[in-house]
């Protein structure tokens, strides 16, 4: 692997992190159904499908289950095609991998034999792979939906609403801020290194250049630490940890919510 | 190393919950007795760092680049539990906000990779690195090692965890429901891949950076006590009173009688009577996949289960006629052992307690 594509990759993964993060600021932003209900309602209305698609060992439920995420992103707002490219495939791509020697290896009745190949599929073998894909498919695109339709500072919230220590909530909340400003701090120092290399680097340089680039990220973190806490010191922080949750539940959150629950109810139910 | 949602079964993750629960709760509390009010901000910037660690591509031996965890020198500056919350942190952000690891496995992966990774880590650094001196090349070398060590760890936990699916979890027809390799295929799968790349990365990332703090940086090596010698906010968090705690050991008291709704017996927990009985045998044969048990009873057993008589047998004390009632019994003789036994040990390794306040 040449030095710049190290680099290059490292940089790719940083602006990749930082489109994902603009994109759901801005669908989130955005009216559509999953945005009417209040984020408490979105958390756990979603949460619930997706224990259901877990529970569940049929097929057919789980397909359902699929469907109506589909039709609720696309009642959000949410394009098929940006789902289809940050989840789905990218999971057919890594959860398919995993599962392909499955329909070869579990052993019971043969349905296709590849005399060729010396290989055959086996009934259990594809119908545990297809199960396994569309479940993963399906629970990471409701979670997808979910972080989609909602601003990290209202899941964070809903979160908190919900019996989540304050503090937990609060260090999810400042290192989801801080991680944004390090990915920052970490790309300027790759690209400044980039800038001024003119020749190869040999391996154990690399590795260096890596380390020392970790460690300086590192320091500046522990540095940083110390400043962020003097802040909170001045602004007359004892300790405490408050965190405003001001979420109103209205009629159409109730309906919301007695929906998401009993669709998963039944999901569970019919898919046991 | 990062399970998404499907892989493992509910009751799998539920399990891991559970045991990832009790790292976190016994985390929480030694960091915030180490840190009060310094806590948040150090961890959150901790958590931020592992996160940004994770995209890095390190260049590995052979021309191939891998992903470190960074766990190991969070473990070295934060110590264990700094370093499990960091960690959790870091991963709960990827699970929920980048999708990378599910939710309902989110337990399992913080297990793993905080958990096990940071307990592993901090025990094998501090193994080889031993009283070196803060600037030893032998501290750089620990590094390497432990880095090496805790990620394969956490990959066999993750292995396991991914190999027992298709034996517990399988329909009629013997079709895998979740995860659908046995361990004799997980194992090695998942090992392979680490054994190789990301170990290496881990290790090169940690003798790496534990290497440039000894020379720029070495005053985080003094740990948690030193990165928080800042004042401390003016009301210190004290520790809430256990009364909750209580109240959840009582109600799971009164929930003991549940246990007779269990028919059967516990696989692997027959008695020699057991054994002998045709009706438990022909159980016993059913649940153990159609092996049948040995036709007498085995000779060790039947000696050794004569040397201790419980004086409570099968959670039913011989002088209570009502079994929910004996159930109830049998768990507040078991709590009360339990707390008699804490109050020896605190009066044991109490210590003098030192002065604890910050300028």
Partial sequence: MSQESFIESTLRGFTKAFSKALISEQAASQPGLLQCFDPRVRVVGVLSLVISVVLSRKFAVITVVMVLTILLATASRLSVRSLARRVWFVVLGFTGLIALPAVFITPGRRIVLLSALHLSISAPGLRSAALLVLRVETAATLTTVLVLCTPWAHILKALRSLRMPAEIVTMLAMTHRYVFLLIETANQMFESRQSRMVGKLTGPDKRRMTARTAGVLLSKSVELSHEVYLAMLSRGFDGEVRVLTDFRLKVLDYLGLTAFVCFACVATWMGR | ?359
Avoid at chain 2, 41 to 53: G, N
Avoid at chain 2, 67 to 83: E, F, K, R
Avoid at chain 2, 93 to 112: E, P, R, S
Wanted: aromatic share 10%; net charge positive.
């Fill in chain 2, 1 to 359: 190393m990062h399970i998404p949602d499907g892989y493992l079964s509910p009751s799998t993750c539920v399990t891991l919950y559970a045991f990832a629960a009790s790292g976190w709760y016994s985390a929480l509390k030694r960091v915030r007795r180490l840190l009060a009010t310094r806590m948040i901000p150090l961890i959150s910037l901790f958590a931020a760092f592992s996160f940004v660690i994770m995209m890095f591509n390190v260049p590995l031996p052979g021309g191939t680049t891998g992903h470190a965890l960074g766990v190991t020198v969070a473990a070295i500056v934060l110590g264990p539990s700094g370093s499990i919350l960091a960690v959790s942190i870091a991963l709960t952000i990827q699970a929920l906000f980048f999708g990378d690891g599910g939710v309902t496995t989110l337990g399992a992966n913080c297990l793993n990779m905080a958990i096990v990774g940071s307990v592993v880590a901090y025990g094998v650094y501090r193994l080889i690195a031993g009283r070196s001196e803060v600037g030893a090349r032998r501290r750089a070398l620990a590094a390497a090692i432990a880095g090496y060590i805790s990620i394969n760890v956490a990959a066999l936990f993750t292995a396991f965890e991914l190999g027992i699916q298709p034996t517990l979890f399988h329909d009629a027809s013997g079709t895998p429901l979740y995860a659908p390799y046995p361990l004799h295929v997980a194992i090695p799968a998942m090992m392979i891949g680490h054994l190789t790349f990301a170990g290496l990365a881990e290790a090169v990332i940690s003798a790496g950076m534990v290497s440039y703090l000894q020379s720029s940086d070495i005053g985080l090596f003094r740990g948690i006590g030193d990165v928080s010698s800042l004042p401390t906010a003016a009301k210190s968090v004290e520790s809430a009173p256990p009364l909750r705690l209580w109240w959840i050991v009582g109600f799971l008291m009164l929930c003991t009688p549940l246990g007779i709704l269990a028919a059967g017996t516990a696989w692997g927990e027959w008695s020699s009577a057991d054994l002998a009985n045709p009706t438990m045998r022909a159980r016993i044969e059913a649940a153990s996949g159609n092996h049948a048990p040995p036709s007498s009873v085995p000779a060790g057993l039947q000696k050794l289960s004569a040397i201790w008589t419980a004086p409570f047998p099968g959670y039913a004390p011989r002088f209570v006629k009502s079994a929910t009632f004996g159930y109830v019994l049998s768990a507040m003789f078991g709590v009360g052992l339990f707390v008699l036994a804490a109050i020896v040990t605190t009066r044991i390794t109490r210590r003098p307690r030192k002065q604890e306040s910050r300028s």
